[in-house]
């Protein structure tokens, strides 16, 4: 088992901490939080948009509270660390981990600086250290079969993709804190990044971006309309969505996607099902747990470190990309 611990106790720490107890290849060894003392308080506090599962606090009763990383480093022999801190974070942490030659499973986004990214894929490099990027729609069942479809051409080539993510703006845990909000990147950085990341992965970067962004109580560029062309592919990308509503507004997510001959529909407020439409029926095929997509990358990535290979499906080269892509909307 590869012993690894998860930095920040939030709602993303909770879920990496839940999903490393699940998988049989990774011992979860440490916390690390700025107040060890709520670790165990956090497991019963509201946070997050949907819910991820639970922890029962027995599992983690007589596992090391740190609130220091140096000093977890120093004492834990830690073969890597998942790090779900805030995005300003992000460099400081993921490059004294590499330092201390430990793989590094990073929580998106990457970072908001491009040369601080280009620096840590570069130290991974030289260190021959693994670093991944927590990009989890992409381990999600019903955007993997939207993939599969679109690679393997079962419904003809693709047309058209549409992909909407919203949800209230953020109003539990750190995001209450202005320091934390002042350096997210607004909804473009950390909900919109997920489907920017998506299409950047199914079909790579595109020949023109045209796009409209408004401003948010967290930034500048908290709601995104945006269409991607593709000249050599002759496919469009439409990518919508924010966190402008109020916070207690339902969070949903979604693709619909025309392919040459039929049109598939997904969406998180009819979570169980993938509707696929031609213009004689309608099928309806079971879409898998997104939320498993937590339970995948994780698995993926301790996947990775038992074979000591780079993670193909998910490189932090291509994770930069999306950064940059992001920075192509506004």
Known sequence: MKRVAVVGFGFMGMTHALNILRNADLQLVAIVDKDPETIEKNLTAKSGNFSTGEIDPAQISNITKYSDFDECLEKEKLDAVHLCVHTDLHYEM?????????????????????????????????????LMIAHVVRFMPPYQKLKHWIDSKEFGELKFLSLSRFSGIPGWGQWKEKQVTRNSGGALFDLNIHDIDFANYVLGIPSEIKSAVLSGGLSKNDYVSAMWSYADKNVHVKIEGGNTFHSNFPFQAGFMAQFEKASVLYTSLKSDIISIA??????????????????????YFADCLKNNTLPAECMPSSSLDSIKLCYNHI
């Open 94 to 130: 993921a490059r004294n981990a590499l330092l201390h030659n430990k793989h590094v499973f990073l929580e998106k986004p990457f970072t908001l600086d491009i040369k601080e990214a280009e620096e840590l894929i570069d130290l991974a490099r030289r260190k021959s250290r693994i």
């Open 278 to 299: 031609d213009n004689d029926s309608v099928l309806e095929v079971p879409a898998g747990d997104a939320g498993e997509g937590y339970t995948n990358e994780i698995a």
